[in-house]
């Protein structure tokens, strides 16, 4: 969509939507180190409960370590570091920038990614958590913080304005798949008792074809398509 206000990022980020950008991202990171679990050393944990998580496929959330819980933050710290110097937080920008970033475990960021984590993974919960607390899409509560309110009113609007889809198109083109969260443990596979037929309050997509990167990129699948209209896995 043609941009209006002369200032987005790559003709498609627009201000008000790159400031959602990188104050949710910012956040994201911060609530996730702040749920993490009482991590015994590097000892990893069954599927922990740690915010954002299942944003991450299954396979590897069986066990989590500190380490790669932290990496999932980084990429979102990552994500909102970029974002602040005006650049569109595309998935291998932000992996090569994960271990520059100042302030950031470097050893937890190349635990996140040689353990298979990608920054898809964590640009898709971020995504998720904007379209979630937009004023029309969500319930609203970006805007329901003071400063953010403020700082949206301070900056010019713009076509490309609340446009997720174009951002997540934008993001996710050369990725070697289509990250498409939150997923649930299937839990005969996995051994987990009870929540079969229950409703999380989720809107959960068909990744029946999805395969991890590197099997993505070495069949040459195509990314999964979602069941839901809209881009990320909102609360309903």
Same mark, same amino acid.
């Given at each position: 969509?043609?941009?209006?206000?002369?200032?987005?990022?790559?003709? $498609?980020?627009?201000? @008000? #939507?790159?400031?959602?950008?990188?104050?949710?991202?910012?956040?994201?990171?911060?609530?996730?180190?702040?749920?993490?679990?009482?991590?015994? /050393?590097?000892?990893?944990?069954?599927?922990?409960?740690?915010?954002?998580?299942?944003?991450?496929?299954?396979? &590897?959330?069986?066990?989590?370590? @500190?380490?790669?819980?932290?990496?999932?933050?980084?990429?979102?710290?990552?994500?909102?570091?970029?974002?602040?110097?005006?650049?569109?937080?595309?998935?291998?920008?932000?992996?090569?920038?994960? /271990? $520059?970033?100042?302030?950031?475990?470097? /050893?937890?960021?190349?635990?996140? &990614?040689?353990? /298979? +984590?990608?920054?898809?993974?964590?640009?898709?919960?971020?995504?998720? @958590? #904007?379209?979630?607390?937009?004023?029309?899409?969500?319930?609203?509560?970006?805007?329901?913080?003071?400063?953010?309110?403020?700082? &949206?009113?301070? &900056?010019?609007?713009?076509?490309?304005?609340?446009?997720?889809?174009?951002?997540?198109?934008?993001?996710?083109?050369?990725?070697?798949?289509?990250?498409?969260?939150?997923?649930?443990?299937?839990?005969?596979?996995?051994?987990?008792? +009870?929540?079969?037929?229950?409703?999380?309050?989720?809107?959960?997509?068909?990744?029946?074809?999805?395969?991890?990167?590197?099997?993505?990129?070495? +069949?040459?699948?195509?990314?999964?398509?979602?069941?839901?209209?809209?881009?990320?896995?909102?609360?309903?």
């Amino acid at each position: 969509m043609p941009c209006t206000c002369n200032q987005c990022v790559g003709g $498609i980020l627009s201000p @008000r #939507m790159l400031l959602r950008l990188e104050r949710t991202a910012a956040s994201s990171a911060e609530m996730v180190q702040d749920s993490m679990p009482a991590f015994h /050393g590097d000892q990893p944990v069954h599927d922990p409960e740690v915010y954002l998580l299942d944003y991450v496929p299954p396979e &590897l959330r069986v066990e989590v370590a @500190r380490p790669f819980a932290v990496g999932f933050a980084n990429a979102m710290s990552t994500a909102a570091y970029l974002a602040r110097q005006r650049q569109l937080p595309k998935p291998r920008m932000v992996a090569q920038m994960m /271990g $520059i970033v100042p302030g950031l475990e470097k /050893g937890a960021s190349k635990a996140f &990614l040689g353990k /298979g +984590g990608v920054p898809e993974y964590a640009l898709d919960a971020v995504l998720a @958590r #904007m379209e979630e607390e937009h004023e029309t899409a969500g319930d609203g509560s970006f805007a329901q913080d003071e400063a953010n309110a403020k700082a &949206l009113e301070a &900056l010019p609007q713009c076509r490309n304005d609340d446009q997720f889809q174009l951002l997540r198109q934008q993001l996710f083109a050369n990725s070697d798949f289509w990250p498409c969260g939150p997923y649930a443990f299937d839990d005969e596979e996995w051994g987990q008792e +009870g929540g079969e037929g229950e409703d999380d309050g989720w809107v959960h997509y068909d990744t029946s074809n999805w395969k991890p990167p590197a099997a993505a990129a070495a +069949g040459g699948a195509a990314p999964p398509a979602a069941a839901g209209s809209g881009g990320g896995g909102g609360a309903q």
